[in-house]
């Protein structure tokens, strides 16, 4: 293995046990709820998966596109991303309730009967159905896993022989990835969080979770580079520029996440479709228009003037203030669009429940856990970093050193 900076086993294990901790207490919790309440567990659950996953799957699509840019910012991001990548077997597994045993709790359509006459659902029907739902998720997790296989494989090919052809290698895979990513991941928000409604739907929605992983992503990099910035070791590599980097790409992405939110909006209001309205007609109704408006001011207004400030980009401190009140918006955002969306058995819609906060934090804990597991012992930042920088740039590694 070539020489690299590791993370120092202790500080690794106490924050383990502080985030198993925590998960232990929230899945007491949500254990608890369960039994009251099963039918709002599954509508809790959807919500906890959908947020964690975005961390395993953004770092998935964010790693392609270090490999596509070869930004300076991903030698020292890249290869914890990549320990978040390995998590996602651990997110297949925990799909797997919802596939088997939620879906008739979830999904109306799952029930007998449901089609019916119903002719403006008619085409709906295979594509609506339990077989075709559970296959598709199959396919979205083997297309996930493997393709996380062949990237962190020739990563470790790469740190262990120190061949600059592995990386690039992993710049001819980065592009096929992350246009099957963006493809997988549009038609698994289709399944399962647009489905709760089946008569709407929009052809934007998809992006807006793809963009959404994307901001949960960046402020996790953000919040664990930080966290790795107070350790001796990595002082010289989690500079001001590695933040200011990270800082900007959570800036561009959080226009990007309202610009399709608004093209969203815009495309519905201006298009007056029936079977388009009930989506925002539903979320102008009791607390979501409050949630919707507060989204608007502290999801986009809020960051964006504060991350226009260079300065605060450049200090680490304040920036992972924003990364993580951006992380908490994340799980507002969901919970806006899955609650309102979930369909229940007296005609009403779903409803704000204490269990929306622990079933999240109970499934999220359990996965920082699983990835600090993933990072212990291996290299976060290899010695050839600035080697490869310089080959990949065709400048001599002896004249970069300098």
């Known amino acids: ?41 599954w509508r809790s659950y959807l919500i906890a998966f959908m947020f964690t996953l975005a961390i395993p799957l953004g770092s998935f699509a964010v790693v392609q596109i270090f490999h596509l840019t070869h930004g300076k910012w991903g030698f020292g991001a890249r290869r ?20 088997i045993f939620g879906m008739h709790s979830l999904y109306e359509w799952s029930h007998e009967g449901f089609f019916g006459p119903d002719s403006r659902l008619d085409f709906k029907r295979f594509f609506l159905s339990p077989q075709a739902f559970q296959l598709r998720a199959v396919l979205y997790f083997t297309i996930w896993i493997g393709l996380m296989l062949v990237q962190t494989s020739l990563s470790r090919k ?11 290698r992993m710049s001819v895979v980065a592009g096929p990835s992350l246009v099957l990513y963006v493809l997988t991941m549009t038609f698994a928000a289709f399944d399962w969080t647009m489905s709760l409604d089946p008569h709407w739907y929009s052809t934007i929605y998809g992006a807006i979770f793809v963009v959404g992983q994307g901001i949960s992503t960046w402020a996790f990099a953000i919040f664990f ?18 933040f200011h980097d990270l800082g900007k790409l959570m800036f561009a992405f959080v226009l990007l996440h309202a610009y399709t939110n608004f093209s969203q909006f815009l495309i519905i209001w201006s298009g007056n479709i029936a079977e388009e309205q009930p989506f925002f007609l539903i979320r102008k109704t009791g607390p979501w228009l409050a949630i919707g408006l507060f989204l608007v001011v502290f999801h986009f207004a809020l960051p964006f003037l504060v991350l226009l400030s260079r300065n605060l980009k450049k200090n680490p401190s304040k920036l992972v203030i924003i990364a993580m009140w951006l992380m ?30 622990a ?25 050839r970093d600035a080697e490869f920088d310089a080959e990949l740039e065709g400048v001599p590694a002896n004249v970069s050193a300098h």
């Not at 914890?80 to 596939?99: H, K, N, V, Y």
């Not at 790469?158 to 690039?168: A, C, H, P, S, V």
């Open 80 to 99: 914890f991303l990549e320990g978040a990548m390995r998590t996602l077997p651990f997110m297949a597994l925990a799909f797997a309730p919802i596939a």
């Open 328 to 357: 908490l918006l994340r799980w507002v955002d969901l919970t806006w669009y899955i609650v309102p969306s979930v369909h229940l058995e007296d005609g009403s819609i779903g409803q704000l429940h204490w269990m929306d906060v």
């Open 225 to 242: 580079s930080n966290w790795l910035r107070k350790r001796p070791q990595f002082e010289p590599v989690m500079k001001t520029g590695h």
């Open 1 to 41: 293995m070539s020489a690299g900076i590791e993370i120092p086993r202790d500080d690794v294990n106490r924050l383990q046990r502080g985030a198993m901790l925590i998960a232990l207490v929230a899945c007491a919790a949500t254990a608890f709820g369960a039994f009251q309440h099963p039918g709002q567990f």
């Open 359 to 383: 079933a999240p934090l109970a499934l999220s804990s359990l996965w920082f856990v699983l990835f600090l597991q993933s990072v212990k012992g291996r290299i976060i930042v290899s010695s």
């Open 158 to 168: 790469l740190d262990t022989t120190g061949d600059i052809r592995y990386l690039k």
